[in-house]
């Protein structure tokens, strides 16, 4: 699957600033670049929250691991 496409409505405007000389601000390239910004700040710290919870129980499971091991091995 390879980068998403672009929204027309971000380009279009892109284009038409740059045919009157103007320059786009710096807001709106950090949202054509995460298009959940404009979902606003819910949608952004859900998946911030799904992530660190994802890394978290990654790191529970590898840290238990060996604990398992060695409840197994004397039951």
């Known amino acids: 699957m390879g980068p998403p496409k672009p929204e027309f409505n971000a380009q279009l405007r892109i284009a038409m ?29 859900y998946f911030e929250i799904l992530e660190q919870l994802m890394k978290m129980f990654a790191f529970v499971a590898i840290f238990f691991i060996p604990v398992m091991a060695i409840y197994k091995s004397n039951h």
Not at 19 to 35: C, D, I, Q, R, S
Not at 38 to 45: D, I, Q
Request: charged letters at 30%; a positive charge; aromatic letters at 6%.
């Open 17 to 45: 600033l740059k045919e009157l000389g103007l320059k786009l601000p710096k807001t709106e390239k950090k949202v054509n670049k995460n298009p959940f910004l404009l979902l606003g700040y819910g949608v952004n710290s």
